[in-house]
């Protein structure tokens, strides 16, 4: 089955830095989203995107947040300045479809660690 | 079941049981409903979706219920095997592009 892959799979990094987290969706799937797990917790949805651009982003997605599709492949999660609660295990996803409303495929994760 | 914080709900079956995950949503405008299977480490896994035009509907092994009067959704595993252990998450979408997941319910198969 395709799979969707996220690089790196742990990534640690000093308060105040800038990540970006990389996500390589499903080749024909046209939707994209992140969502991100603190531990022990419910997976939060954090932003969606189509057509290069956001279609729709929850309260977590401020302006520290932004995401990018650079090419035909990558898709990517910029995080500016981390703060310590920004701590949590990022997951990519993508769909073939309007994504919530179809299967969406999750990739296994970013654990980002901001110490 | 739904929890609080760090203390996922446990259900503990034997392997060969059948296997019952409880889940209750929120918003009455969800109309979209899925369960998802998060094994350590790895992201959510698709396992089955309901639509609200539905109460009911089967795949392989697994049986989903949706009681839309009282907001609650039901996985029922059928003969239950230890690769089935893992975190079962609830998810509810309301036409817009995000799912809201529940807080999960860790499911412990004995052998």
């Known amino acids: 089955e395709p799979e969707v892959t996220q690089t790196p799979s742990h990534q640690v990094t000093q308060m105040g830095q800038e990540v970006i987290l990389r996500c390589v969706p499903i080749s024909n799937h046209l939707y994209f989203y992140w969502y991100r797990q603190i531990l022990g917790q419910k997976v939060e949805f954090l932003v969606s995107?189509?057509?290069?651009?956001?279609?729709?982003k929850s309260e977590i997605f401020d302006d520290q947040f932004s995401v990018e599709r650079p090419d035909g492949s990558n898709f990517t999660l910029k995080i500016r300045s981390t703060k310590l609660e920004d701590s949590a295990m990022y997951f990519c996803a993508s769909s073939e479809s309007q994504g919530a409303r179809e299967k969406l495929f999750f990739g296994s994760g970013t654990q980002l660690s901001v110490l | 079941g739904e929890s609080v914080g760090l203390h996922l709900p446990t259900l503990s079956v034997q392997e060969g049981d059948n296997s019952i995950i409880n889940c209750a949503y929120s918003n009455s405008a969800s109309d979209y409903f899925i369960w998802y299977k998060q094994e350590s480490g790895k992201g959510p896994q698709f396992i089955i979706d309901?639509?609200?035009?539905?109460d009911k509907r089967q795949g392989q092994r697994v049986t989903v219920l949706l009681n839309k009067t009282v907001k609650h959704l039901s996985l029922q595993i059928a003969a239950t095997q230890p690769g089935d252990s893992a975190v079962y998450f609830c998810a509810e979408n309301d036409s817009s592009y995000k799912l809201i997941f529940g807080s999960g319910t860790r499911l412990l198969v004995r052998p």
């Open positions: 309901i639509r609200s035009n539905m």
């Open positions: 995107f189509y057509n290069n651009e956001i279609s729709e």
